[in-house]
T-cell receptor, first 113, second 111 residues
Framework: SQQGEEDPQALSIQEGENATMNCSYKTSINNLQWYRQNSGRGLVHLILIRSNEREKHSGRLRVTLDTSKKSSSLLITASRAADTASYFCATGGSGAGSYQLTFGKGTKLSVIP | NAGVTQTPKFQVLKTGQSMTLQCAQDMNHEYMSWYRQDPGMGLRLIHYSVGAGITDQGEVPNGYNVSRSTTEDFPLRLLSAAPSQTSVYFC??????????FGSGTQLSVL
């Protein structure tokens, strides 16, 4: 069964605006990752945040993690048309659980030029 | 550096046929895995391997077979294809605990 659930399912914004996507999960995790998938392509890793971290930045990306609420958010600032893609969160457990990274259903982001 | 290479990119099968999806990586990663992606379902783990000779089942293993004879290769076999196996298949690898590197996918249709 799906561990992570992204919200919203789809998001449409104008170029230059910020985009925020949320991810909720059910069980305890060791880390949470975000991936991007352009249409017809494989997934590309964006950022990993560990369970003992609360916030992480990478370029225009900002990820937060609230383990008490079992939720994470991905913020893309100053969006560009090239950011149009589907975004997935994935959760990893510890020990043997680290071998089964579980993906959510994704948020489809459209950035309008 | 090729990363993760999947072949073929597209395949059409008839119900009951068998085939092997190939996956190779050149990053010396111990961990490799197969996912399927269906519309509205996200990615679901089929099988994974933590090293040569070691494989284990994921969330949706039925109808699929894997083996890992080398570090580089992790083929996925469909023994008797069914329409329910129509999907896009992704192979992924990683070194240590962390990010996955994905192949470009195989789009499979079973008629």
């Amino acid at each position: 069964s799906q561990q992570g659930e992204e919200d919203p399912q789809a998001l449409s914004i104008q170029e230059g605006e910020n985009a925020t996507m949320n991810c909720s999960y059910k069980t305890s995790i060791n880390n949470l990752q975000w991936y991007r998938q352009n249409s017809g392509r494989g997934l590309v890793h964006l950022i990993l945040i560990r369970s003992n971290e609360r916030e992480k930045h990478s370029g225009r990306l900002r990820v937060t993690l609230d383990t008490s609420k079992k939720s994470s958010s991905l913020l893309i600032t100053a969006s560009r048309a090239a950011d149009t893609a589907s975004y997935f969160c994935a959760t990893g457990g510890s020990g043997a659980g680290s071998y089964q990274l579980t993906f959510g259903k994704g948020t489809k982001l459209s950035v309008i030029p | 550096n090729a990363g993760v290479t999947q072949t073929p990119k597209f395949q059409v099968l008839k119900t009951g046929q068998s085939m092997t999806l190939q996956c190779a990586q050149d990053m010396n990663h111990e961990y490799m895995s197969w996912y399927r992606q269906d519309p509205g379902m996200g990615l679901r783990l089929i099988h994974y391997s933590v090293g040569a000779g070691i494989t284990d089942q994921g969330e949706v293993p039925n109808g699929y077979n894997v083996s890992r004879s080398t570090t580089e290769d992790f083929p996925l076999r469909l023994l008797s294809a069914a329409p329910s196996q129509t999907s896009v298949y992704f192979c992924a690898s990683r070194g240590g605990v962390g990010k996955l590197f994905f192949g470009s996918g195989t789009q499979l249709s079973v008629l």
